[in-house]
């Protein structure tokens, strides 16, 4: 046994001592992976976001933004969307949503209204950490998730998101960063996707132009 083990051990370490050739020699690895678009940031995510199943408003002002957003809870006639981010929340109800409340119990919660970290234009992907005011569970729990951000919180790719994220906090980094893009879903029941499976089952962003 013991001269078996020796035998693999020794096979392990030569190895690792062996140099493979490099299979695309003269290639460069530093440049990005994916090629560059021409299109602005917040036209390429717009169209990545959608085509992943999301909902997205675009608001030229805030009186825009709420305008949409009234129409929005009016027509899916909601009493109780969480929102964990007091100043937003007194924002908006001030504005005339009423139907906010704070979220510590999500049991009721029809929809959840949050900021984000960042959108990442190339993957159509919202970028949300647990520093943020709704925590880990207001982006995941309720069926549908509103998703309010700006037009200088779009990056294009999710390195720079990252990085955005290194920069707020320091060497505070958050214990979960993560990545959503359009409703969660699942196929692993008979190949038959499922929206809502693991998650939000509607998402929306409403982003709004800030010059």
């Known amino acids: 046994m013991a001269d078996a083990r020796a035998r693999i051990l020794g096979r392990i370490k030569q190895a690792l001592q062996r140099q493979d050739p490099m299979p695309y020699e003269g290639e460069d690895l530093s440049g990005p992976v994916f090629a560059g678009s021409d299109d602005p940031l917040d036209v390429l995510f717009a169209e990545r976001f959608t085509a992943a199943g999301g909902k997205f408003f675009f608001a030229e002002n805030p009186l825009h933004l709420m305008q949409a957003l009234r129409e929005l ?8 969307v969480a929102c964990r981010d007091e100043a937003l929340r007194l924002e908006f109800t001030q504005a005339g949503l ?58 294009p790719d999710i390195a720079e ?34 929206l809502g499976a693991h998650g939000p089952r509607e998402v929306y962003v409403f982003l709004l132009d800030r010059p």
Request: with cysteine; glycine share 10%.
């Open 73 to 80: 809870f009016a027509a899916k006639g909601w009493s109780a």
């Open 98 to 155: 009423p139907a906010l409340y704070d979220g510590q119990d999500l049991g009721p919660a029809q929809a959840g209204l949050s900021r984000c970290e960042s959108l990442v234009a190339r993957t159509g992907s919202i970028l949300l950490s647990s520093r943020l005011a709704s925590g880990r569970a207001l982006p995941i729990y309720p069926p549908v998730q509103l998703v309010v951000a700006d037009t200088a919180q779009l990056v």
């Open 161 to 194: 998101g990252l990085a955005a994220v290194r920069q707020r906090y320091g060497g505070q980094l958050p214990s979960l960063i993560n990545l959503a893009t359009g409703p969660s879903r699942t196929a692993d029941i008979e190949k038959t996707l499922v």
